[in-house]
């Protein structure tokens, strides 16, 4: 089985940057589809940041493009997610997920079965 272990997460100041960490054991990062998703109190989870298995490509929801950068280090087993100009509406709990293969929608929960326990981010004005 795969699991996923979070780190990283913290309070900031807005215009301030945070780096997530997610390890991945029991399976190789390059054979995995993963994602970072959000979710705000009275919101629902969102989507964040999609990266596809090797040869990789990343998509990401338009608030943050341009701000945030998702990555991979496969010697590391690690997904990682570069948050950059942070504001304070990225506040939430950030979640790490992760699927075999490329799932066909990746901005639904529904197509992870593997998730992390949640990191929380905190920015301040």
């Known amino acids: 089985q795969v699991q996923l272990l979070e780190s990283g997460g913290g309070s900031v100041q807005a215009g301030g940057s945070l780096r997530l960490s997610c390890a991945a054991s029991g399976y190789g990062v390059y054979s995995l589809s993963m994602a970072w998703f959000r979710q705000a109190p009275g919101k629902e989870r969102e989507v964040v940041a999609h990266i596809t298995t090797f040869p990789t490509t990343t998509t990401y929801t338009d608030s943050v493009k341009g701000r945030f950068t998702i990555s991979k280090d496969n010697s590391k087993n690690t997904l990682y997610l570069q948050m950059n100009s942070l504001k304070p509406e990225d506040t939430a709990m950030y979640y790490c997920?992760?699927?075999?293969?490329?799932?066909?929608?990746?901005?639904?929960?529904?197509?992870?079965?593997?998730w992390g326990q949640g990191t929380q981010v905190t920015v301040s004005s």
């Open positions: 997920a992760a699927a075999v293969g490329n799932p066909p929608s990746y901005a639904r929960v529904t197509q992870y079965p593997y």
